[in-house]
Structures are given as C-alpha cells and as structure tokens.
T-cell receptor, first 113, second 116 residues
C-alpha cells in the first residue's frame, strides 16, 4: 500500500524566515505533485515533478524530487503572509490500468507578521 | 480552455433527496476523477473513469453513483445520503489514464455538499 507522509503537519513561521516541508512516500514513483489549498477552496497546482532530480521554482517556493530516496521537499524562502495555506504533496499510484493520486495529510502553514 | 468546471458550487440536500453533481472539461483529457474531502483532511479518491469506462471504485457506498456520458462530462448521482457524507466533492481530469503521458491533474473548484 502506498503511503505518503508529510512533515511537519503544522508549521507556524515568521515573515522573512525560511523553512522546508518534507514529503516521503513508500513505493517507487517518478512523479510527485505539490498543491496549495486555501480554506474552503479547491486545490491549486503548484509543481509537477516528473523525474529524479527535478527542481522547480516559482516565486518564494522551490520543490525538488529525489526518487531514489523517495523524498520531495518544498522550500519556502523569506515567507510572506500570503503563503499561509495548507500544502499537500501527492504521488501517482497505478491501479487497474489507471493512475490515481494518493495525498499526504497536508501541512498547514501559518506565516505570522 | 484549461479548466474543470463543477456545478453546483454549493448544495444542501435532505437525506431523502436525489441530486447530481456535474463536472465538465474540454481539454481532451481521457481520465476523470471524483474525490471527497472532509474538513481538515486530504482528498480521498472515490472513482476513476478511463476512456469513459469506470476503472476504479474505491469501495464507495452505492448511494453514490457515478456516470460518464461522454469524454467531457462526469456526473455523480446522490441518493439517500447521510449527514456524514457532507464534504467538499472535487472533480479532476488528467490527460492519460495510464499515467505515462501525464503532466498533472486539473482540479475543479469543487461542490460543497451539506446533507441535512
């Protein structure tokens, strides 16, 4: 059974600080996804990581994937209040000839002034 | 068009009602998904349609009945729901059901369902 574990589950940080969210998964996969969710809203795609060593950056967020370690990181640089949200990582799992996304529990990020 | 459109955005229904959730995409994606998300939890897969055929049913109770009339539309028919079925229902689509050509999943804005 594929397990996707995120840590920390809750993160409170000050504006201007840096921090990293970790996502570990239990079975081989070459694709990993990061999503952002604001309260009461749907999922916003942040990054799609499609191969080992992939690194993508958008603004203050940078994501990387190490398929050998089964680890992805989401690094936050110089956090600002607008980044407060819940962040999910998700991994593809093959089943019945299809693929499905299996999500981590999410990391609730609060950025304080 | 790069969106997945879900209607309605909000739905309140009684336990004896029958209602339907609708999902539409015009990106040519051949896989469509229903996810259920309870408050403060991650989304959980309910159904996957691949080339308009049901390929995954995650042991969802029969009071939820999916339907894929064509490659652009996905419905979720609801009947005799329970209050614990109240949740955010998310539809998603992806290009390749087998995953090899997938470059991501596109999620709709969701339907907030309340069962009273």
């Amino acid at each position: 059974e594929l397990k996707v574990e995120q840590n920390p589950l809750f993160l409170s940080m000050q504006e201007g600080k840096n921090y990293t969210i970790y996502c570990n998964y239990s079975t081989t996969s070459d694709r990993l996804y990061w999503y952002r969710q604001d309260p009461g809203k749907s999922l916003e795609s942040l990054f799609v990581l499609l191969s080992n060593g992939a690194v993508k950056q958008e603004g203050r967020l940078m994501a990387s994937l190490d398929t050998k370690a089964r680890l992805s990181t989401l690094h936050i640089t110089a956090a600002v209040h607008d980044l407060s949200a819940t962040y999910f990582c998700a991994v593809d799992k093959a089943q019945g000839g299809s693929e499905k996304l299996v999500f981590g529990k999410g990391t609730k990020l609060t950025v304080n002034p | 068009d790069t969106e997945v459109t879900q209607t309605p955005k909000h739905l309140v229904m009684g336990m004896t009602n029958k209602k339907s959730l609708k999902c539409e995409q015009h990106m040519g994606h051949r896989a469509m998904y229903w996810y259920k998300q309870k408050a403060k939890k991650p989304p959980e897969l309910m159904f996957v349609y691949s080339y308009e055929k049901l390929s995954i049913n995650e042991s969802v109770p029969s009071r939820f009945s999916p339907e894929c009339p064509n490659s652009s539309l996905l419905n979720l028919h609801l009947h005799a729901l329970q209050p614990e079925d109240s949740a955010l229902y998310l539809c998603a689509s992806s290009q390749d059901p087998g995953g090899a050509q997938n470059d991501g999943y596109t999620f709709g804005s969701g339907t907030r369902l309340t069962v009273v």
